[in-house]
């Protein structure tokens, strides 16, 4: 029997859409009936969507709320932290609590880096892809105490090429995405009993994606525009579907980086064909 089909207790966050809505879906299909799963993002109406495809695809039976949140304003943030843990029941009747950092957003692609001089604005991007995350784990851990011997807890946090390779306009995103990835892997290292997980989805055919196509810097957008026909470009449900499976085969170590396309056996790196002649760029070469 799968290991994910046990009483679980599972936020995800940015679940309204995109690769959020796909987790939250895929993970339904796989926990046992008597579970919770929060739904959260600024959209009640993309919440209730993703709610009522569980519902009537998976389970309708299945406990899913919709708990909105803004995460780029921090008296929301505070505040869903604290809701996010309520009327929930007692812990113990959860074998295993998962958290799913996927909330994000790319930033203000339409400024290159020295023009960021607006810190309400940089400050912005952070809380929703930084700040938000690190407070979220810290009143998770603290919901989830090592409640019983039996308890699993696990946290998968979204990450994203661009923490390692800089493309122009997307300096505020690529940063706060490597912070975060080391500040999981410091997490990974002090607490020995959560499992951690960097979870880079590849390519998707998202919102966020199509994004980068109004990028200020045409290399971006061109490669944004040119990489979907060309490359390995996913629906949200693949990096979701490959994320259920490294979660069931729980070979990854606690604190390492697992790749979608390694998941699915597709070997970007190999491929010489994304190399994008107009824009010289080639985002999938080998860093
Ligand atoms: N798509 C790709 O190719 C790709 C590649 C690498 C990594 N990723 C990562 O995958 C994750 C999901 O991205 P996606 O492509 O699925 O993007 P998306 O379709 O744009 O979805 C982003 C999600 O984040 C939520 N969100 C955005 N701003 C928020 C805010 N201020 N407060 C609360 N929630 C907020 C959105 O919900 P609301 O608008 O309803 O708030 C939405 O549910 C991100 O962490 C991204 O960095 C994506």
Not at 19 to 36: E, N, V
Not at 136 to 161: D, G
Not at 244 to 263: F, I, N, P, Q, W
């Amino acid at each position: 029997m799968s290991i994910l089909k046990v009483p679980t207790f599972a936020i995800i966050t940015g679940a309204s859409r995109g690769i959020g809505r796909g987790i939250a879906i895929q993970l339904a299909r796989k926990i046992h009936p008597d579970s919770l799963i929060i739904l959260t993002a600024r959209s009640l109406q993309g919440l209730k969507e993703t709610a009522d495809i569980i519902k009537r695809d998976v389970d309708e039976k299945l406990d899913a709320r919709c708990v909105v949140a803004d995460m780029s304003d921090e008296k929301s943030i505070t505040k869903v932290n604290k809701a996010l843990f309520e009327n929930i029941g007692p812990v113990s009747r959860f074998d295993h609590a998962i958290l799913v950092h996927n909330a994000g957003t790319s930033g203000d692609i339409g400024k290159y880096a020295r023009e960021l001089s607006d810190i309400h604005e940089i400050q912005k991007h952070y809380l929703i892809n930084l700040t938000a995350p690190i407070a979220l784990t810290s009143a998770f851990l603290k919901a989830f105490e090592k409640a019983s011997a039996r308890l699993r807890r696990t946290i998968v946090q979204l990450t994203s090429l661009s923490a390692t390779f800089p493309q122009k306009t997307l300096h505020l995103y690529g940063m706060s995405k490597a912070a975060r990835d080391l500040f999981f892997r410091v997490m990974a290292l002090e607490e020995p009993e959560v499992k951690i997980l960097t979870y880079d989805p590849g390519l998707v055919d998202t919102d966020l994606y199509s994004s980068l196509q109004h990028s200020k810097d045409s290399d971006l957008s061109e490669l944004a525009q040119y990489l979907p026909e060309r490359s390995y470009f996913l629906s949200p449900e693949q990096p979701a579907d490959a994320l259920m499976k490294t979660l069931e085969e729980d070979k990854y170590e606690s604190g390492a980086t697992v790749r979608c396309y390694e998941v699915l056996n597709i070997d970007v790196l190999g491929n010489k064909e994304i190399f994008c002649p107009r824009s010289r760029l080639c985002l999938l070469s080998p860093l």
